[in-house]
């Protein structure tokens, strides 16, 4: 089975440009989470979906920061104007149903903003 | 709010010995997950454990297990005859059963192996 899918693995752009990251979760999946994995702050979450419906998006940092879901197979997290601390690995992750599933994370997407 | 800490940045163990990392965590809920997920230098957040707050019994996957003890809020993973591969940092991580809610994280150990 295919597993969380994100891209591009790594991107590297100059300050102020707009970003987008893209996530496809495990097909039946019903939950979606973004992630961001940081030196200083370790990993944090950012927003996560149920069901392409945002349900906690307190994570996210500022308005430069926004997340989609607009069908079941397809996220994506979008940054614009992106600054140089926004420079981190950011994760995907699902997981189905209740509880008891895991959650299964993407390789992750490797920011650099110069 | 829940908090995980992790109070080893680092540890090291030769290999084909055994080592434990520790975990503490704080929360009012009396039932939860708690997850220790590994990580190598490729990125992957890799599963390697889990437990069920509501299960005395302490969960065990092969070469690892945990050491759960919910009256100290105690979740330490011990890692039996030490391989190269399991170089890598290791994430202690809680999850309500409120619902499919997101993991709060620990800041990791880093783990190296010698040879």
């Known amino acids: 089975d295919a597993g969380v899918i994100q891209s591009p693995r790594h991107e590297v752009t100059e300050m102020g440009q707009e970003v987008t990251l893209r996530c496809k979760p495990i097909?039946?999946?019903?939950?979606l989470f973004w992630y961001r994995q940081t030196m200083m702050r370790g990993l944090e979450l950012l927003i996560y979906?149920?069901?392409?419906?945002?349900?906690?998006d307190s994570g996210m940092p500022e308005d430069r920061f926004s997340a989609k879901m607009p069908n079941a197979s397809f996220s994506t997290l979008k940054i614009q104007p992106s600054e140089p601390r926004d420079s981190a690995v950011y994760f995907c992750?699902?997981?189905?149903?209740?509880?008891?599933?895991?959650?299964?994370f993407g390789d992750g997407t490797r920011l650099s903003i110069l | 709010a829940q908090t995980v800490t992790q109070s080893q940045p680092e540890m090291s163990v030769q290999e084909a010995e055994t080592v434990t990392l520790s975990c503490t965590y704080d929360?009012?809920?009396?039932?939860?997950?708690l997850f220790w997920y590994k990580q190598p230098p490729s990125r992957q957040m890799i599963l390697v454990i889990r437990?069920?707050?509501?299960?005395?019994q302490n969960a065990t996957e092969n070469r690892f297990s945990v050491n759960f003890q919910k009256a100290a809020k105690s979740f330490s993973l011990k890692i039996s005859d030490s391989q190269l591969g399991d170089a890598a940092m290791y994430f202690c991580a809680y999850r309500s059963v409120l619902g499919n809610t997101p993991l709060v994280f620990g800041k990791g150990t880093r783990l190296s192996v010698i040879a």
């Open positions: 979906f149920n069901n392409n419906v945002p349900i906690d």
């Open positions: 929360t009012s809920e009396s039932d939860y997950y």
């Open positions: 097909s039946g999946h019903d939950y």
């Open positions: 437990q069920e707050a509501y299960k005395q």
């Open positions: 992750a699902s997981s189905r149903g209740q509880a008891l599933g895991p959650q299964h």
